[in-house]
C-alpha cells in the first residue's frame, strides 16, 4: 500500500530566509507526486507535480521539489520565503485505480513565516 | 474561469437536522470527490462518483450519502450530523486520463451546534 510521510509539522522560518518541507512516500509501484497549499479557510491548491520526465520541478511563485527515486522522497524547497506563503502544505501521491485517482495525502505541514 | 463552486462557505447545523452541501464544476470531468478535513488533519476521502458510478471508501459511516444528478453538479447529504461531523468538506475533480491531479473547490466548513 502506498503512504506518505511529510516529516515535520511546523517549520517556523523567517522572510526571506531558504525553506525545505520534507516528504517520503512508499510505494510498489509508479508514481505521481504532488505538493498541495492551503491557505486558512481555503481549499487545496496544486503547487507542483512530477509525472514523470524532468526529476525537478517548478512552480511560478519560486518553490521547487526534486523527485528522488533511490530515496523515495519529494521535498519541497524554497530560496527565499515570503510572508505570504504561510499556509498548510500536503504531499500527496497518487495511484491510478478501477480508472480513477485516488490521492494519498501526507498529514501536511504548517509553513509559519515570521518577519 | 473554468473551476470547482461549492456552496454554501460556511454551513450551521443542528445536532440530528439533515444537511446538504453542494458542488458543481465547469471543468467537464469525470471524477468527483467529497473530502471530509477536521482541523490540522489531512483530507480523508469519503467517497467518489466516476460519471454515475458511485464508489464508497470502506471506512466511511452510514450517516454520509452522495448524489450525482449529471455530471456538473454533486452533493453531500448528512443525514444525522453529530458534533464529531464538524470539518470542512471539500470537493474535488479529475480527468480520468490525467494522472493523479485533482481541482478542488474552496470547501464548505460544517459547524454542529
Known amino acids: 500500500a502506498q503512504s506518505v510521510t511529510q516529516l515535520d509539522s511546523q517549520v517556523p522560518v523567517f522572510e526571506e530566509a531558504p525553506v525545505e518541507l520534507r516528504c517520503n512516500y512508499s510505494?510498489?509501484?509508479?508514481?505521481?507526486l504532488f505538493w498541495y497549499v492551503q491557505y486558512p479557510n481555503q481549499g487545496l491548491q496544486l503547487l507542483l507535480k512530477?509525472?514523470?520526465?524532468?526529476?525537478l520541478v517548478e512552480s511560478i511563485n519560486g518553490f521547487e521539489a526534486e523527485f528522488n527515486k533511490s530515496q523515495t522522497s519529494f521535498h519541497l524547497r524554497k530560496p527565499s520565503v515570503h510572508i505570504s506563503d504561510t499556509a498548510e502544505y500536503f504531499c500527496?501521491?497518487?495511484?491510478?485505480?478501477?480508472?480513477?485517482?485516488?490521492?494519498?495525502f501526507g498529514a501536511g505541514t504548517r509553513l509559519a513565516v515570521h518577519p | 474561469d473554468a473551476m470547482v463552486i461549492q456552496n454554501p462557505r460556511y454551513q450551521v447545523t443542528q445536532f440530528g437536522k439533515p444537511v446538504t452541501l453542494s458542488c458543481s464544476q465547469t471543468?467537464?470531468?469525470?471524477?468527483m470527490y467529497w473530502y471530509q478535513q477536521k482541523s490540522s488533519q489531512a483530507p480523508k476521502l469519503l467517497f467518489h462518483?466516476?460519471?454515475?458510478?458511485?464508489?464508497n471508501e470502506a471506512d466511511t459511516p452510514d450517516n454520509f450519502q452522495s448524489r450525482r444528478p449529471n455530471t456538473s453538479f454533486c452533493f453531500l447529504d448528512i443525514r444525522s450530523p453529530g458534533l464529531g461531523d464538524a470539518a470542512m468538506y471539500l470537493c474535488?475533480?479529475?480527468?480520468?486520463?490525467?494522472?493523479?491531479?485533482?481541482?478542488f473547490g474552496p470547501g464548505t466548513r460544517l459547524t454542529v451546534t
Open positions: 512530477y509525472l514523470s520526465g524532468s526529476t
Open positions: 500527496a501521491v497518487s495511484t491510478l485505480s478501477g480508472g480513477y485517482n485516488k490521492l494519498i
Open positions: 471543468l467537464n470531468h469525470n471524477v
Open positions: 462518483y466516476y460519471d454515475k458510478d458511485f464508489n
Open positions: 474535488a475533480t479529475s480527468r480520468v486520463a490525467v494522472q493523479g491531479e485533482q481541482y
Open positions: 510505494s510498489s509501484v509508479s508514481v505521481y
